[in-house]
């Protein structure tokens, strides 16, 4: 009997079967919490810059219903990621040395099987108003691409040989959320990708990039005990500082990039108050939790660039005066 609850304490599905059992049911704040909405800003920013990109490239033929399917379809990825790593790290005990704040599984709210599967009622919605977005263009090899998505979106924690827990997680976020999100919101809405939308979705890439970064430096020292090889584990915590601070800081090229056609992209530059502070705390911090305040403000400050950015852009075409013929 001893021997039998010893290997369900050293079980980590048991171990959260016990949590579950004791801790109080789950409200409505804690499923909110369970979101993450402050990653949500990683899931707008792509779509805005891509929108802006589209209006810039082909004035009065951009679609905002489709921009707004493209908005529904990343956020709807975002928060099926969020609760997907909350159900695989908790199942795998990751989360039992979490610093950052209590997640469902891992502190026993809710039976791990319901958060995978509101994970899974995610996806499928994204994978529906994508499937709208290939019937609505007609572009039906965008399917491919959704199909991609999600699965990396599952398996980053999930299954057998999550790629997150092999130093890949910040490959995967530029491509999907920066990349694939970016071009693909300019795709559905004008049928061809502009030169200046790589620059956009290569900013954006890295603002995610710099996001996963700092929370994995917050979670280094409890990642190491979990066996989770974060690319902050891999290179140490110095070295993984400074590539937080090159990502965070190197979109602003892209500023002075946009500046040299559209002047009033500079405005983006604002963006610094809340980068900089970001950067600054990240390098300086001696305690995990200092760096939820760098996290806060460097996915607030990457919504605020793409936001500044985006006006910057399509403020003067939209109110640049019709000329008759």
Known sequence: MAKQKQQNLNNPTQRKRQAVAKAAPATFGDWIEGARLRTLPLAIVPVVLGTAAAIAAAPGEYHWVRALAALAVALLLQIGVNFANDYSDGVRGTDDYRVGPPRLTGAGKVEPKVVRNVAFVCFGLAALVGLWLCFTTGQWWLAAVGAVAIIAAWFYTGGKRPYGYAGLGELFVFIFFGLVAT???????????????????????????????VNNIRDIAQDRLAGKRT???????????????????????????????????????FALMLIV????????????????????????????????????????IITAPVLPY
């Open 231 to 269: 690319l902050a584990v891999l290179v140490g915590e110095r070295a993984a500082k400074v590539l937080f601070a090159i990502m965070a800081l190197l979109p602003f090229v892209a500023t002075f990039m946009a500046g040299l056609i559209y002047p009033r992209a500079l405005f983006s530059l």
């Open 183 to 213: 071009l693909g919101t300019v795709y559905v809405q004008v049928l061809h990708i502009p030169s200046d939308a790589w620059i956009f979705a290569i900013a954006s890439g890295l603002f995610s990039c710099a996001v996963l970064m």
């Open 277 to 316: 502070p970001a950067v600054i705390i990240t390098l300086t911090a001696k305690t995990p939790k200092e760096l939820i305040l760098a996290l806060k403000l460097t996915s607030l400050g990457a919504l605020a660039w793409a936001l500044l950015m985006a006006a910057g852009v399509v403020l003067p």
